[in-house]
């Protein structure tokens, strides 16, 4: 549709088959052409399509606990060497859909099966109401119970009474019947709502065998309600013991419900309880009587809640240490940890976690709130993957890593504060299974998909779209994520059934897929940043899901160009800051920075990134496109944290609370959204906000002081500016653009100045809107100003070397002193007109030489692009980039309109 | 006599006493010296087989004899053989004396012995037959920079009589044996003085001619001597009612570079600082020679009854031993032996000779498995042993087995009870008959307190199964044990660990790495490093864990005060 021919070199002719005007030509449409490299490009939306990389097995990065805490010296041979071998392939487990026999045969008789499952070896089967009692007579609870009579002086059987009743509200009273009633249920309501639910059995007779050997504790990822019910279900269907869950107490406000879950082995947790000594010792002590038993696999959720991004959150240690202590205190020989990785292709509370990110405050718990729920049934939300990852033995963990003395030289029922060893490994584990989890979390086209869409917004061509999924697919899994495409469908399928699923999300709109912000035209301007910051922030939900995959080659990316030089110590302590200032939003395992780093440069290594050599670390020029895709992935973090920054720098008074914060910086970013100065929506997100703020905390920028009804919080300013400082310092390093995506211009059209009459004369109307017209910050545009001046000594140098030019450069010389009125110029319009001002006398074409268009008229020039866009668009740099002398566009004199359908 | 005549010089105990497979296969132990001497063992088999996947037909034998050339030359000064001579100590510079004093009985001790060579032993062997002997001995080795270790009776399971490999000096070994007098004995305080060297059957044995003892029976008590019992700080069997070495010992009197060590008076305790016998009980000749004790002596018990008590399981075993130490009410000796270990006995029972006895042991079977309900593979045993007036003795059986009922015991009988107190004496032979069928095992021992040693037994024997696993054991190991004593604060309990090693290259390597995981285990579950056996060069590296960095540098102090040139350099415990 578009055929270049190259008149030699220095000038490029386009030409356009049939006249069509400019403003009918779509970005993607225009391709340059260049002569020295033969590469195309698209230079609008500048997304460069790389080949998928067939890799054959994923490969996985596994954190190893043991890993050396001391920073050794940054040489590529050995960082690459021992992360080889860190890097085992492994072959993942193949999943298989349980819902499919459900949808064959009776769930009523499914619900009523011969339920006989596995237990531990070594339990002696008792009650539930048996283990509250042997809880209440425990040495750990009568210990307390004493210690808190003679603090307040009552009587003993008071606080006994007491403990009753945090046992009875506690408890759960597990029931076949209510087992079999969710069941049934269940299986109606899943086989509803999802097409598949795909399990690796594998990784269930792992389980199997697991829960006969030691207590085992189930930790599954946690995205949605769904999550405990699904996996209740999955070991009811399996055959196997079902968990007790521990619950947040929330869901006993819940009529009915509440009790249900009771019975069907869920067991309720306060949602703070540190100060008061007699609960956590019941709940502690129920806990652990039920682990040493073996009563029942113990089931919780290291992210502490649902985690409203999809991205994981960072761990709590309060119950990871409670199931942890029998193991140390050698009451039990091992207690296994099981990894659980449950994905969504879609989250069945997506908007409302979007609502809730926006400060809509969440509905509470309620029955008729679940009732109203139902309205949901009628959706459509995909396959769910349940990966039961290799279950952990504590003991191994633990081999060589924890002094037990303390232990020895207690008794061991009383409650002892564990020792910063102990504090310090249940950190290391925490973060270990959730490394483990992030490592086998299925990522469905749609993630990709999302991925890409939210570079490219407000639209994108959709073939485009297509290519450019297919391409992040081969990057994601050289980083180790773990992919499934459906049934090998071909990409176009996969982006479609993708689209279908999320229509909430994103639609296909002639050719381009746009976001689903239905309604955005009409409105207020707030309203319109809210719909908006809605659908924005949907969307990065799936985004965010390939983000800890993606986190440690990205966040060298943005330390590459963040960092001037490319020398490896340098980027490192950038990359080192970045993972300081995101250490509570993307998951590290604690004090390996340098290992992170290493990894991070191994696999763009491996993607041939970037080149690393002993001391330097620089992106190849294949590479730039992947550098650029990672660091814009993660660029609304840096934009986002950016803007909280500032507020907190600007517009916080001494102290505040949480309570006051949020608010505060939603309010503060939502001004700058509706004045157009940022497009960060994602820094409207109340998750981001207080990552931020714990950062901050963690840095020490941020002082957190405990008051009587939570957390005050004052900010060091200095600290805080300086942070800001770091970043700043980042922008000005960075190229304004990167060969991904050009940099974005506002373009001024304006009549060429009367000093030279014979010129154009330019009908304004014919360009409106024929460019697209796109913001920039004001900084750049500032900066740009004060560029022409170190232009313009440029200018003075090209002099001197003219008094050397012979007659055939006076061609250039003419080509100057046209241009020298308005030096920046980049097109200059003429349709039908004088015609082109030639850089060199070298190959301008004669008449024969341009064809005529389709329709058999003459192609008459309509513009020429000038090559000072080169240097806007920061390609100038000699030999490597594309070149023109001019971009010479001649289209049909008879303004045929044959092609334009087919163009668009 | 040499010992070496009438002692195995590659295995355990006397020449003539062994476990062998007859021309039927049946096992058989020889010898009359034991109760079960020459009675044959029909179960043993089937149980060996069962246990170990042994097979009969995989055999390796241990070298006949000694050879002489292996044996590495002695280094022997003979300016100082001079003035040896001139004292007129008897002394030996024969390959067969010295390698006999170059051991213990650690399992690869005797795997060496069998198949290979020390790499350094003693280069002399002297035999003082009184305290001036050492005092003459200690001189000389002053004199002419020697280094001396200190040999009782030769059964160490701490590496402790190993001569250090890197000892450039003359290496002398002190066989105490010819110090085995008893001195005299004080009816009215209840005392005896003995020479140090004297074994402990022997002590025994002379004692009751007066009509006492001093009911010190450690398992290794017919070849074990006075001395080195203080040396190791040892316990007895009974020290329930005689108290273990620490208890016993009323005045010590010890040979050192510096001098002699002894006290102004023999009092039963007095308060003078820390009591300086502690640094000698447990100093594991790094500190001198022990030569002379004063021990406490007690008339001979009047009468003696084995008894024992089955338990449904382990854990209401346990239950019941602690009420017993509880209520301070132990029998002489009381322990209880897991299910492994029980079922382990019943397959060294030998032959009956009556039908009418095998007829009421299937009646008692009956009995407990069928009508009580116990469950063969898991119920365990408690056996007793009551000394004293035989009216307390019947009381306090009584009060004993009173206490066994409320914890679901039920007694069993005398003799399971005698039976296994004969089994400790020869299970020790079990070890040279393991070692011609590719079985190696060893035993060890803890103290814990009474709320961890479920979890304790539990979780050693679970690693121990764990990590032959790992190692590539390829059948799964025998591994356990039995509570053997018990404190007001807690218990004693001794380990059992044995594995057919066919397949494994070597074994002595992994063997060491297993019995190292199990005692890494010990500690983590709040066990002692040792409860008797001492720590020698085995169980070094844990010392400073044990009793922390400073409790370290004291002991270290008293030596280098005590003993500043090293002379006694065996290089155990510090």
New interface residues.
Partial sequence: MVRSSISGSGTALLYFPGAVPLSQVHPSALLLCSEDRGELRHPRSALQPCKPRTTTAVTTYRSELSGSRVLSCISSKCVSASLQKELTSKKRDEFEDILEERRLSSDLRYAMKCYTPVIYKGLSPCKPNAIKSVVLQSEQVQYVIKQLAKEMGESPDIIQEEATEILDEMGHSMQLGTVRFFAFTLSKIFKQLFQRVCVNEEGMQRLQRAIQEHPVVLLPSHRSYVDFLMLSYLLYTYDLALPVIAAGIDFLGMKIVGELLRRAGAFFMRRSFGGNRLYWAVFAEYVKTMLRNGYAPIEFFLEGTRSRTAKTLTPKFGLLSIVMEPFFKREVFDTYLVPISISYERILEESLYAYELLGVPKPKESTSGLLKARRILSDNFGTIHIYVGQPVSLRTLASGRINLCPYNLVPRHLPQKPTEDIQEFVSDVAYKMELLQIENMVLSPWVLVAAVLLQNLPAMDFELLIEKTVWLKGLTQTFGGFIEWPDNLCAKKAVTSGLSLHSNIARLVDGHVVLNDKGVEDGAVGEIVFKRALVILMCSTYRNQLLNVFVRPSLVALALQMTRSFRKEEVYSSFSFLRDIFSDEFIFFPGISLKDFEEGCFLLTKCDAIQATQQEIYPTDKGSVVVSFLSAMFRPFVEGYQLIFRYLSKETKEAFTEKQFIPGVRNFVFQLLEKGTTQCYEALSSDMQKNALAALVQLGAVKKKKMANGFSYSVNQEAIHKILDVFEATEDAEPDHNEFLFPEYEILIEPEEPEFPADSTVDPDDEKGAVDASKKLEKQEESRVTSTTSDALDEETLEAMAKHETKEDKIFQTFKDRITVEPEQIIRYCRGGEGPIWVSGENIPEEKDIPNCLCGAKRVFEFQIMPQLLNHLKVDSLEESIDWGTLVVYTCAENCSAENKKLN | MRRQEILKWNGWGYNDSKFIFNKKGQAEFTGKRYRLGGMVLPTFKEWIEKTFGASLEHKTTSRASLNVNDVPPPIVNEEFLQDLRATKISYSQDAEDRVFRAHGHCLHEIFVLREGMFKRIPDIVVWPVSHEDVVKIVELACKHNLCIIPFGGGTSVSSALECPEEEKRTIVSLDTSQMNRILWIDEKNLTACVEAGIIGQDLEKQLSESGFCTGHEPDSMEFSSLGGWVATRASGMKKNIYGNIEDLVIHIKMVTPRGIVEKNCQVPRMSTGPDIHHFIMGSEGTLGVVTEVTIKIRPLPEYQKYGSVVFPNFERGVACLREVAKQRCAPASIRLVDNAQFQFGHALKPQVASIFTSFLDGLKKFYITKFKGFDPNILCVATLLFEGDREKVLQHEKQVYDIATKFGGLAAGEDNGQRGYMLTFVIAYLRDLGLDYYVIGESFETSVPW??VL??C??VK??IVRECKEKGVQFAPFSTCRVTQTYDAGACVYFYFAFNYRGISDPIHVYEEIERAAREEI????GSLSHHHGVGKLRKRWMK?SISDVGLGMLRSVKEYVDPNNIFGNKNLL
């Fill in positions: 709320d961890r979890d304790l539990r979780n679970e690693r500690l983590a579950n709040g864990e």
